[in-house]
């Protein structure tokens, strides 16, 4: 039986880095492929260029992966994406060689950038919450009172 002179960890994350440069290829390929990749496209910020190929050793370069990027250690550091409710729509603006994105309630109101959007979703969503919040605490006193009802004996005439 003979010693390795790596650890198990270094052999597992070379095997690793084999079996990607096999599947990587093909998710970019089904990437460029997709049918909704021009709409996805807009709504990610733009990321830098990828740097060639590394070979294998490191997901770092070869993936396009910073090292902070494992999920879960920044989570503060940026605002989670932003969910329109039913009714908002997302309009593009060509200005010049640039495009811009704007943010339509359902009235009608536009909102310029991200920010302005968000708190008017988020006003939205807390005037709901409140709206759901009393109404559940209505029907919980409609069914106490419907049970104390049932419980009474019937009128005797």
Same mark, same amino acid.
């Given at each position: 039986?003979?010693?390795?002179?790596?650890?198990?960890d270094e052999d597992a994350l070379k095997?690793?880095?084999?079996?990607?440069?096999?599947?990587?290829?093909?998710?970019?390929?089904?990437?460029?492929?997709?049918?909704?990749?021009?709409?996805?496209?807009?709504?990610?910020?733009?990321?830098?260029?990828?740097?060639?190929?590394?070979?294998?050793?490191?997901?770092?370069?070869?993936?396009?992966?910073?090292?902070?990027?494992?999920?879960?250690?920044? !989570?503060?550091? +940026?605002?989670?994406?932003? #969910?329109?409710?039913? &009714?908002?729509?997302?309009? /593009? *603006?060509?200005?010049?060689? @640039?495009?811009?994105?704007?943010?339509?309630?359902?009235?009608?109101?536009a909102y310029r950038n991200e920010a302005?959007?968000?708190?008017?979703?988020?006003?939205?969503?807390?005037?709901?919450?409140?709206?759901?919040? !009393?109404?559940? +605490?209505?029907?919980?006193? #409609?069914?106490?009172? &419907?049970?104390?009802?049932? /419980? *009474?004996?019937?009128?005797? @005439?």
């Amino acid at each position: 039986q003979g010693f390795s002179a790596n650890t198990a960890d270094e052999d597992a994350l070379k095997a690793l880095a084999a079996h990607s440069r096999d599947i990587v290829p093909a998710l970019e390929e089904l990437r460029r492929g997709a049918v909704d990749r021009e709409i996805l496209e807009g709504l990610i910020p733009d990321e830098p260029e990828c740097p060639a190929a590394s070979d294998g050793e490191s997901s770092v370069p070869e993936f396009c992966l910073s090292e902070a990027s494992s999920g879960g250690e920044d !989570l503060d550091a +940026r605002p989670p994406p932003l #969910l329109l409710p039913p &009714g908002w729509q997302v309009q /593009r *603006l060509r200005r010049g060689k @640039s495009t811009t994105r704007v943010f339509v309630d359902p009235e009608g109101r536009a909102y310029r950038n991200e920010a302005q959007a968000r708190r008017a979703v988020d006003s939205f969503r807390r005037g709901a919450n409140v709206s759901a919040l !009393l109404k559940q +605490r209505f029907e919980a006193r #409609l069914a106490a009172r &419907g049970n104390v009802a049932a /419980r *009474l004996p019937p009128p005797q @005439s």
